[in-house]
């Protein structure tokens, strides 16, 4: 049989490092399937639950591996279902190339059954680069294009091929006029400022007599070069969500992280600094950066329009995190006067001493932070930690105290349901001797988890170490917007939209071949944890856990606190327990 398009596209994926495809069939890309049973010596086909979930693990497979991520969907739903995962990966920077079916060439602008105009649908997910390949000679720059331009800009391609194409036999280019004859291979840049722009950079944090340090997603790979800056100027560091393993947690002078899922040291580092030096971060809340006109600023960012967006930078810099820092530390002074960073570390130690306490505050039937903080010092090294956006992120943020070697992520940007369990199944395709562990709610759970257990259940077997651990908020509520209801809008609990039914998480693990474990008091969580990272497959936590322990922000404005006592006075069916868990944690 001669090479038909599909396989082509396949073998040029393949040239490109490409080893495994995360998706789900359909008959708009039949061609493609085929093509797959032909290459499997070369590919791992991933079949999900839901295109979502395949888009979800693409974009995990980019931010645990540092590769790109490739899904693959069918015609119109297939494509559709794609969409709120690709725009995860797009709002989180990560480079995610879709593939995607498309009717046959001659119905297009028939109104045919599952006809839908894919360009436009995928012009704001894919903007930097979405095509229909309308001919054979086109998949080769199709493909090196795709690929390229993903990794260039951390950002979602999307490669359009229609059902009849992908039968086609392949074409390559001739050597003629309007033929374009594309290669492979991408070398990234080496981006540093120029020496007078760090010579200046150098000078505002020289001049700083109390420096606080921002670090996002984009100071991943310069923990050695944070660490060095921060003992250089007697700083503290404080941590986007996005960036919650670019330095450890156990450092003294690690705030942790900042915003409304913040720590009070975060806070205040912020509230008190005079210099702020951010690294690799979009952090959006102006509210929890330094009032303007406070601290003089220097940024470091790779992408120049992200350069003084968040707060009137003094000195911007373009480039690469670690290369710059260890480009700027030679020209800093050591600073001697360190009464800064020794009030710093006090307040960080204090901070986790509170936050002990706190886990341990009695709940009915178990406080959700004791959860995460139980788990805190037995996950192994290495593992790979994710949340789901909920409450699940609030205590992800402050109640788990990350090692060096972790990786942690979650849908940091777009905060979207769902991604925990498809992160951390993907996460251990890219690294299956580490063990990983997904923290959701039940809320989440019932959206798209239980059918990504089903994923889970399918493909363990393969994996080197067969540990992954689900650990579910069990409160029957969709507790995070209950207590924005009260927080930021003033209204009571809506029972009729924030209740959930009840399920059988643990029983459902254990009918699909994974373990499961129902937790009902605080002296099970332990235990549970024990059993959960020392099984022998994938296993479940069913954690019934108190839906009215509030995750209070680090600060907490006259407008949250008058909007949440009018919740309570107009009458939150939950109003009694509520105040009772609020003054625990008001006045740990």
């Given at each position: 049989?001669?090479?038909?398009?599909?396989?082509?596209?396949?073998?040029?994926?393949?040239?490109?490092?490409?080893?495994?495809?995360?998706?789900?069939?359909?008959?708009?890309?039949?061609?493609?399937?085929?093509?797959?049973?032909?290459?499997?010596?070369?590919?791992?086909?991933?079949?999900?639950?839901?295109?979502?979930?395949?888009?979800?693990?693409?974009?995990?497979?980019?931010?645990?591996?540092?590769?790109?991520?490739?899904?693959?969907?069918?015609?119109?739903?297939?494509?559709?279902?794609?969409?709120?995962?690709?725009?995860?990966?797009?709002?989180?920077?990560?480079?995610?190339?879709?593939?995607?079916?498309?009717?046959?060439?001659?119905?297009?602008?028939?109104?045919?059954?599952?006809?839908?105009?894919?360009?436009?649908?995928?012009?704001?997910?894919?903007?930097?680069?979405?095509?229909?390949?309308?001919?054979?000679?086109?998949?080769?720059?199709?493909?090196?294009?795709?690929?390229?331009?993903?990794?260039?800009?951390?950002?979602?391609?999307?490669?359009?091929?229609?059902?009849?194409?992908?039968?086609?036999?392949?074409?390559?280019?001739?050597?003629?006029?309007?033929?374009?004859?594309?290669?492979?291979?991408?070398?990234?840049?080496?981006?540093?400022?120029?020496?007078?722009?760090?010579?200046?950079?150098?000078?505002?944090?020289?001049?700083?007599?109390?420096?606080?340090?921002?670090?996002?997603?984009?100071?991943?790979?310069?923990?050695?070069?944070?660490?060095?800056?921060?003992?250089?100027?007697?700083?503290?560091?404080?941590?986007?969500?996005?960036?919650?393993?670019?330095?450890?947690?156990?450092?003294?002078?690690?705030?942790?992280?900042?915003?409304?899922?913040?720590?009070?040291?975060?806070?205040?580092?912020?509230?008190?600094?005079?210099?702020?030096?951010?690294?690799?971060?979009?952090?959006?809340?102006?509210?929890?950066?330094?009032?303007?006109?406070?601290?003089?600023?220097?940024?470091?960012?790779?992408?120049?329009?992200?350069?003084?967006?968040?707060?009137?930078?003094?000195?911007?810099?373009v480039g690469d995190a670690a290369e710059t820092l260890r480009a700027l530390?030679?020209?800093?002074?050591?600073?001697?006067?360190?009464?800064?960073?020794?009030?710093?570390?006090?307040?960080?130690?204090?901070?986790?001493?509170?936050?002990?306490?706190?886990?341990?505050?009695?709940?009915?039937?178990?406080?959700?932070?004791?959860?995460?903080?139980?788990?805190?010092?037995?996950?192994?090294?290495?593992?790979?930690?994710?949340?789901?956006?909920?409450?699940?992120?609030?205590?992800?943020?402050?109640?788990?105290?990350?090692?060096?070697?972790?990786?942690?992520?979650?849908?940091?940007?777009?905060?979207?349901?769902?991604?925990?369990?498809?992160?951390?199944?993907?996460?251990?395709?890219?690294?299956?001797?580490?063990?990983?562990?997904?923290?959701?709610?039940?809320?989440?759970?019932?959206?798209?988890?239980?059918?990504?257990?089903?994923?889970?259940?399918?493909?363990?077997?393969?994996?080197?170490?067969?540990?992954?651990?689900?650990?579910?908020?069990?409160?029957?509520?969709?507790?995070?917007?209950?207590?924005?209801?009260?927080?930021?809008?003033?209204?009571?609990?809506?029972?009729?939209?924030?209740?959930?039914?009840d399920f059988a998480y643990a029983e459902f693990a254990r009918m699909l071949?994974?373990?499961?474990?129902?937790?009902?008091?605080?002296?099970?969580?332990?235990?549970?944890?024990?059993?959960?990272?020392?099984?022998?497959?994938?296993?479940?936590?069913?954690?019934?856990?108190?839906?009215?322990?509030?995750?209070?922000?680090?600060?907490?404005?006259?407008?949250?606190?008058?909007?949440?006592?009018?919740?309570?006075?107009?009458?939150?069916?939950?109003?009694?327990?509520?105040?009772?868990?609020?003054?625990?944690?008001?006045?740990?």
């Amino acid at each position: 049989m001669s090479q038909t398009t599909a396989d082509y596209m396949l073998s040029r994926l393949s040239e490109w490092g490409v080893r495994r495809i995360y998706g789900y069939p359909g008959d708009g890309i039949n061609g493609i399937l085929g093509a797959l049973d032909r290459a499997l010596d070369n590919f791992e086909f991933v079949q999900v639950r839901h295109e979502e979930e395949a888009a979800f693990m693409a974009c995990a497979h980019s931010k645990f591996s540092g590769e790109v991520g490739v899904c693959m969907a069918t015609s119109g739903p297939g494509a559709v279902h794609l969409l709120n995962g690709l725009y995860d990966a797009k709002l989180d920077h990560q480079s995610v190339v879709a593939i995607i079916g498309q009717k046959e060439r001659g119905t297009i602008g028939g109104s045919y059954q599952q006809e839908i105009d894919l360009l436009s649908l995928f012009k704001d997910v894919a903007h930097e680069y979405v095509h229909m390949c309308s001919a054979p000679v086109q998949m080769r720059h199709l493909i090196d294009r795709a690929m390229r331009i993903a990794k260039a800009e951390r950002c979602v391609t999307c490669v359009i091929v229609p059902n009849d194409v992908q039968d086609l036999p392949a074409e390559q280019p001739a050597h003629e006029h309007g033929t374009l004859h594309s290669g492979t291979g991408f070398v990234p840049l080496r981006l540093v400022p120029h020496q007078d722009d760090l010579a200046c950079a150098a000078k505002v944090l020289n001049a700083g007599q109390r420096v606080a340090i921002l670090v996002g997603a984009g100071a991943l790979g310069a923990t050695d070069e944070v660490i060095e800056i921060a003992e250089v100027l007697g700083a503290g560091v404080a941590k986007a969500l996005l960036g919650r393993t670019a330095v450890p947690d156990d450092l003294p002078f690690v705030t942790g992280q900042i915003g409304l899922l913040g720590t009070r040291p975060s806070w205040e580092l912020m509230r008190d600094c005079d210099t702020l030096l951010m690294v690799g971060s979009g952090f959006p809340y102006s509210e929890f950066l330094p009032k303007e006109g406070q601290a003089r600023g220097v940024q470091i960012d790779v992408d120049p329009r992200m350069l003084s967006v968040r707060y009137p930078m003094d000195v911007n810099l373009v480039g690469d995190a670690a290369e710059t820092l260890r480009a700027l530390i030679p020209l800093l002074t050591p600073k001697s006067e360190r009464s800064w960073r020794n009030d710093i570390e006090k307040k960080v130690e204090n901070w986790w001493e509170e936050e002990r306490d706190r886990a341990h505050f009695e709940a009915e039937p178990i406080n959700p932070e004791r959860l995460f903080w139980e788990a805190s010092p037995r996950l192994p090294d290495g593992a790979i930690i994710t949340a789901d956006s909920g409450t699940a992120a609030n205590w992800f943020a402050r109640a788990l105290k990350l090692r060096r070697g972790m990786m942690a992520s979650l849908s940091g940007t777009l905060a979207t349901m769902c991604p925990a369990i498809p992160y951390a199944t993907a996460a251990k395709f890219c690294h299956s001797d580490r063990v990983a562990v997904a923290f959701v709610g039940d809320g989440a759970m019932q959206m798209l988890g239980l059918n990504s257990l089903i994923t889970i259940a399918k493909y363990w077997k393969r994996w080197q170490d067969p540990r992954l651990v689900v650990a579910v908020l069990n409160n029957r509520d969709l507790n995070q917007v209950t207590w924005e209801l009260r927080a930021l809008g003033g209204f009571p609990k809506v029972e009729e939209t924030q209740n959930l039914p009840d399920f059988a998480y643990a029983e459902f693990a254990r009918m699909l071949g994974l373990d499961g474990i129902r937790v009902e008091s605080p002296d099970e969580i332990g235990p549970a944890w024990d059993r959960a990272l020392n099984a022998d497959r994938p296993c479940v936590i069913d954690a019934v856990v108190d839906p009215n322990v509030p995750a209070l922000p680090p600060h907490i404005t006259y407008e949250q606190a008058k909007n949440y006592l009018t919740a309570v006075i107009k009458g939150d069916p939950e109003a009694a327990k509520i105040v009772r868990q609020s003054f625990k944690q008001a006045f740990a």
